[in-house]
């Protein structure tokens, strides 16, 4: 249990980083200059009032929302501007949705291995059995054939977390993956997020689950306002928090 | 490209059909200000009928719907303008339109507002029967106003497609606005008093074909 | 005779039917084959346009939706009368069959474009980001994930629609297309007598009606699905 933070080591280039990121909608600036880095096989949680501009965070990494200015480096490789091949960087980025977005039309299978034939262009065989792969590490193999709507809230976003995994990306992103489940199916998803960390899967996490950042994150960032206020070990912050936002927003959500 | 023009945008074909067509367009409307009103009161029948909880009033009701949306509406035309005079039952033009219409616009309008009826939830028709309002009143005061504005977009273009439907009255000889522009082409050799009477049906329908469209968008999203 | 007689004599008689039944035959494939016809081109280029749209390239927008919205303000009839006869003074000589089947199946194609247009949009855009984030480009995208979802969604309104546009098939009478109710109206005018009409509106109940309770049992279907 060695908390890495990429501040201790500047020469190792971060899987995930994120520099001076600004976004507005019109007048209205939501990021005001992110700066931010995931060290490879590290688990980031970022926390935050809703409106603190996180989820527009995570969305600006894969380009979901396009930045208005600043930049994103995937393992090095600048992802912002013009001429970059978008589709080939998503590829190496997962990601995992609040609301799960499973394609309501295609079995569990299909779901996942749509991208590895369509993008990694794999044949059948191969992307049967890495979907089937996927499916297994989510516990689901069982339910190959089973289509979405079939299936219980927290074990479609498990499909879905297997569907971004079996692309095998660099670093994941999780957008509130546990805020549309019902309280009893949170722990299964989280149970899955436990054992992709073990697995050294590299995460940065957007989420509610206190007990869960607490417990598993290498380093939490907690953001208000669309800046990010303070960073640390979740020990420090949730013991020693520096700043009066990041205490209030912790004593009302670790009380429950 | 000058031919093309000259035979479909004859400006001097078009200034001298111009009375005949706005006579058309007078029957036209008088046609539409007749057919939508009896399409709407026979559509609103044929809802409350097909809807009935009595199985032997709303088979009945579902069948004959079926019947007319099976029927092209120019074979109800023909049938009953050039098919009843057999059997003695003669009618002017405007009469035979205006029954072979009724019975086709009956069925589509019958069909809109039964999805708009069914489109109320229960609990609406439950918490007004519960104050004591009877089924009547309550169908009247609190179903048909909700399920009218729900289904608001498709009782337009239903009626657009009405007022395209009277067109086929020229079939039958009846004087409306495709009639004349019609006759006009036949003595001028000219196909522009057509493209004439199609401006004028464009500016009276296109409003209402872009309203919905922009409509169900919104409703959509 | 009786009035009972007299009506079936008139409406049901059955030697003007035997006499007069084979050109109806023939007709009711003439009314087939057109529907057919109208039904494959239309829907095809209906969502074709539809998917075109979805790149949202200004002027092909613009003239997409100007086209679909003057084939749907247009009594169809008009566009018959207008192609058929003017078409001819400027060295264009087209059968009447083919008229019929270009406007009508240019016709259900600006309607099948709407619809399926409203399709696309409806369709959740979180199927777009879920897809879009594991790299599947915007035309995969469009193809593999949205249009079927879409598709599914409009399967009820578009068969209304494309049945509504068959039938009117019927207007190829005006211009001579050889189908039922031109063979009925011959008849008729031959034999004096009402009974070709009559066989006339019995064939297109039994080609149309099986198709209007089949949608009608979609839409039942998909409200029910819905709820």
């Given at each position: 249990m060695a908390p890495i933070t990429t501040l201790a080591q500047p020469s190792a280039i971060p899987t995930l980083e994120v520099r001076r990121l600004h976004k507005s909608y019109g007048a209205l600036e939501v990021l005001h200059g992110i700066d931010l880095a995931v060290a490879t096989r590290e688990m980031v949680f970022v926390l935050g009032r809703?409106?603190?501009g996180k989820s527009t965070m995570l969305r600006c990494c894969n380009r979901l929302e396009e930045p208005s200015s600043g930049d994103i480096f995937l393992e090095g490789q600048p992802?912002?501007?013009?001429?970059?091949?978008l589709d080939g960087l998503r590829r190496r980025i997962g990601m995992v949705f609040q609301s799960f977005n499973l394609y309501p039309h295609l079995d569990t299978r299909r779901n996942v291995t749509l991208a590895l034939r369509?993008?990694?262009?794999?044949g059948r065989d191969e992307a049967d059995a890495r979907a089937m792969a996927a499916l297994e590490r989510v516990g689901l193999?069982?339910?190959?054939?089973?289509?979405?709507?079939?299936?219980s809230g927290g074990q479609q976003q498990r499909v879905a977390i297997a569907r971004a995994i079996a692309m095998e990306p660099a670093v994941m992103l999780f957008d509130e993956p546990t805020s549309a489940l019902d309280p009893e199916l949170v722990g299964d998803v989280l149970g899955v997020m436990r054992e992709l960390k073990a697995d050294g899967m590299t995460m940065l996490v957007v989420s509610h689950e206190m007990g869960f950042a607490r417990e598993a994150a290498d380093r939490i960032v907690f953001m208000a306002d669309g800046r990010i206020v303070e960073e640390g070990p979740p020990e420090q912050l949730f013991?020693?928090?520096?700043h009066e936002a990041t205490r209030t927003f912790l004593s009302r959500h670790t009380r429950q | 490209m000058d031919q093309l023009l000259d035979q479909f945008f004859n400006l001097e074909i078009m200034a001298a059909a111009w009375p005949t067509i706005l006579r058309g367009l007078g029957m036209t409307l008088l046609l539409c200000l007749l057919v939508i009103p009896l399409g709407v009161i026979g559509g609103l029948a044929a809802a409350l009928t097909s809807l009935s909880p009595r199985r032997w009033v709303r088979w009945p009701a579902i069948a004959l719907v079926d019947l007319f949306r099976a029927i092209p509406p120019l074979v109800l035309l023909i049938f009953v303008y050039a098919g009843l005079p057999f059997a003695g039952i003669r009618m002017s033009p405007f009469v035979a339109v205006a029954i072979a219409f009724m019975l086709n616009n009956s069925a589509y309008y019958g069909e809109v507002l039964r999805a708009g009826i069914l489109s109320v939830p229960r609990g609406q028709a439950e918490a007004a029967r519960s104050t004591g309002m009877t089924h009547a009143q309550t169908m009247r005061a609190v179903v048909l106003p909700q399920g009218v504005r729900n289904v608001l977009p498709d009782l337009i273009s239903n009626t657009v497609e009405v007022v395209k439907l009277t067109s086929l009255a020229s079939v039958v000889s009846l004087g409306e606005m495709l009639h004349a522009a019609n006759l006009a082409r036949s003595v001028t050799y000219n196909a522009s008093p057509i493209t004439m009477a199609a401006l004028v049906y464009l500016i009276l329908l296109w409003p209402a074909v872009r309203l919905v469209s922009r409509w169900q968008r919104r409703i959509a999203v | 005779m009786t009035g009972f007689d007299r009506f079936l004599a008139t409406f049901f008689n059955g030697e003007v039917i035997v006499r007069y039944l084979p050109s109806i035959l023939q007709g009711v494939w003439v009314t087939i084959a057109c529907s057919l016809l109208i039904v494959v081109f239309g829907v095809a280029a209906g969502v074709l346009l539809a998917c075109v749209r979805a790149y949202r390239i200004a002027p092909l927008n613009v003239a997409i939706v100007v086209f679909a919205d003057m084939m749907r303000a247009l009594p169809p009839l008009v566009l018959i009368l207008m192609v058929y006869f003017g078409l001819p003074n400027v060295g264009i000589m087209l059968s009447s069959f083919l008229v019929l089947f270009v406007i009508l199946g240019l016709v259900l194609a600006a309607f099948t474009e709407e619809i399926v247009w409203a399709g696309l949009t409806a369709v959740d855009k979180g199927q777009w980001e879920a897809a879009r984030s594991t790299g599947i480009g915007f035309t995969g995208t469009l193809l593999q994930v949205i249009l079927p979802q879409a598709l599914r969604m409009v399967i009820p309104p578009l068969t209304n629609r494309a049945i509504a546009i068959t039938k009117m098939t019927a207007l190829g009478t005006v211009i001579g297309v050889p189908d039922i109710l031109n063979q009925a109206t011959t008849a008729q005018s031959f034999s004096g007598n009402a009974s070709p009409l009559t066989i006339a509106a019995i064939a297109y109940v039994i080609l149309f009606l099986p198709l209007v309770v089949m949608s009608r049992w979609l839409e039942e279907r998909f409200v029910r699905h819905r709820r």
């Amino acid at each position: 249990m060695a908390p890495i933070t990429t501040l201790a080591q500047p020469s190792a280039i971060p899987t995930l980083e994120v520099r001076r990121l600004h976004k507005s909608y019109g007048a209205l600036e939501v990021l005001h200059g992110i700066d931010l880095a995931v060290a490879t096989r590290e688990m980031v949680f970022v926390l935050g009032r809703s409106g603190s501009g996180k989820s527009t965070m995570l969305r600006c990494c894969n380009r979901l929302e396009e930045p208005s200015s600043g930049d994103i480096f995937l393992e090095g490789q600048p992802i912002t501007g013009k001429r970059v091949d978008l589709d080939g960087l998503r590829r190496r980025i997962g990601m995992v949705f609040q609301s799960f977005n499973l394609y309501p039309h295609l079995d569990t299978r299909r779901n996942v291995t749509l991208a590895l034939r369509m993008v990694l262009k794999l044949g059948r065989d191969e992307a049967d059995a890495r979907a089937m792969a996927a499916l297994e590490r989510v516990g689901l193999a069982g339910k190959a054939a089973s289509h979405p709507t079939e299936l219980s809230g927290g074990q479609q976003q498990r499909v879905a977390i297997a569907r971004a995994i079996a692309m095998e990306p660099a670093v994941m992103l999780f957008d509130e993956p546990t805020s549309a489940l019902d309280p009893e199916l949170v722990g299964d998803v989280l149970g899955v997020m436990r054992e992709l960390k073990a697995d050294g899967m590299t995460m940065l996490v957007v989420s509610h689950e206190m007990g869960f950042a607490r417990e598993a994150a290498d380093r939490i960032v907690f953001m208000a306002d669309g800046r990010i206020v303070e960073e640390g070990p979740p020990e420090q912050l949730f013991t020693a928090a520096r700043h009066e936002a990041t205490r209030t927003f912790l004593s009302r959500h670790t009380r429950q | 490209m000058d031919q093309l023009l000259d035979q479909f945008f004859n400006l001097e074909i078009m200034a001298a059909a111009w009375p005949t067509i706005l006579r058309g367009l007078g029957m036209t409307l008088l046609l539409c200000l007749l057919v939508i009103p009896l399409g709407v009161i026979g559509g609103l029948a044929a809802a409350l009928t097909s809807l009935s909880p009595r199985r032997w009033v709303r088979w009945p009701a579902i069948a004959l719907v079926d019947l007319f949306r099976a029927i092209p509406p120019l074979v109800l035309l023909i049938f009953v303008y050039a098919g009843l005079p057999f059997a003695g039952i003669r009618m002017s033009p405007f009469v035979a339109v205006a029954i072979a219409f009724m019975l086709n616009n009956s069925a589509y309008y019958g069909e809109v507002l039964r999805a708009g009826i069914l489109s109320v939830p229960r609990g609406q028709a439950e918490a007004a029967r519960s104050t004591g309002m009877t089924h009547a009143q309550t169908m009247r005061a609190v179903v048909l106003p909700q399920g009218v504005r729900n289904v608001l977009p498709d009782l337009i273009s239903n009626t657009v497609e009405v007022v395209k439907l009277t067109s086929l009255a020229s079939v039958v000889s009846l004087g409306e606005m495709l009639h004349a522009a019609n006759l006009a082409r036949s003595v001028t050799y000219n196909a522009s008093p057509i493209t004439m009477a199609a401006l004028v049906y464009l500016i009276l329908l296109w409003p209402a074909v872009r309203l919905v469209s922009r409509w169900q968008r919104r409703i959509a999203v | 005779m009786t009035g009972f007689d007299r009506f079936l004599a008139t409406f049901f008689n059955g030697e003007v039917i035997v006499r007069y039944l084979p050109s109806i035959l023939q007709g009711v494939w003439v009314t087939i084959a057109c529907s057919l016809l109208i039904v494959v081109f239309g829907v095809a280029a209906g969502v074709l346009l539809a998917c075109v749209r979805a790149y949202r390239i200004a002027p092909l927008n613009v003239a997409i939706v100007v086209f679909a919205d003057m084939m749907r303000a247009l009594p169809p009839l008009v566009l018959i009368l207008m192609v058929y006869f003017g078409l001819p003074n400027v060295g264009i000589m087209l059968s009447s069959f083919l008229v019929l089947f270009v406007i009508l199946g240019l016709v259900l194609a600006a309607f099948t474009e709407e619809i399926v247009w409203a399709g696309l949009t409806a369709v959740d855009k979180g199927q777009w980001e879920a897809a879009r984030s594991t790299g599947i480009g915007f035309t995969g995208t469009l193809l593999q994930v949205i249009l079927p979802q879409a598709l599914r969604m409009v399967i009820p309104p578009l068969t209304n629609r494309a049945i509504a546009i068959t039938k009117m098939t019927a207007l190829g009478t005006v211009i001579g297309v050889p189908d039922i109710l031109n063979q009925a109206t011959t008849a008729q005018s031959f034999s004096g007598n009402a009974s070709p009409l009559t066989i006339a509106a019995i064939a297109y109940v039994i080609l149309f009606l099986p198709l209007v309770v089949m949608s009608r049992w979609l839409e039942e279907r998909f409200v029910r699905h819905r709820r």
